[in-house]
């Protein structure tokens, strides 16, 4: 096992985790999860191959059996009430509107474009990269892209919406859940 190599994966790891969750320590979690994974599977990497796509692949894949489970646990009634928390709720600094609103329009996505379009303009890949970590075919990805990137710009173009209003598409806004 190669770890310089795997290390210096992390960074963009990190980036792409920050982005496609919105929660740091959700994201640091997924990063974690995906390195545990990576040196438990070393043997299944080709040598021969990308090892940048193959890290991807194992977030892609640890973040989508993630999101199923939460959303198993939220079928089962598990939900955190926000009066619990307090203490963990915190305003955003007020020099950060351009990137909280950036995120919030992000966060809007469909997951499979969001996906897409930070692989793309994040990280860098290419469409076949792209379509080997997400696991779909390369026009697939392209539209995708095409559409994440027309419905953002919708998104960044929309005045913001207070909590509980209706958003743009039809969309409303989910309270605040806790993820571990």
Not at 24 to 34: C, E, I, R, S
């Amino acid at each position: 096992m190669d770890h310089v190599r795997i290390i210096a994966q992390i960074p963009g790891l990190r980036r792409y985790a920050r982005a496609l969750t919105g929660n740091a320590w959700v994201a640091d979690d997924l990063v974690q999860d995906t390195l545990e994974r990576a040196c438990s599977k070393w043997r299944l990497w080709a040598p021969d191959s990308d090892l940048r796509a193959w890290m991807f692949t194992l977030m892609h894949n640890q973040f989508a059996n993630d999101v199923r489970r939460l959303s198993r646990q939220r079928q089962s009634g598990v939900q955190v009430d926000l009066d619990d928390v307090p203490n963990e709720l915190a305003a955003p600094d007020a020099g950060q509107d351009l990137s909280i609103d950036l995120q919030r329009c992000l966060l809007q996505l469909p997951e499979e474009q969001r996906e897409v379009l930070l692989l793309a303009s994040m990280e860098d890949m290419h469409y076949e990269d792209i379509a080997r970590v997400t696991g779909t075919p390369v026009g697939t990805v392209m539209s995708r892209l095409s559409r994440a990137r027309a419905r953002l710009q919708l998104l960044l173009d929309a005045p913001p919406v207070a909590t509980g209003q209706s958003m743009a598409m039809g969309s409303t806004v989910t309270p605040l859940r806790r993820m571990k």
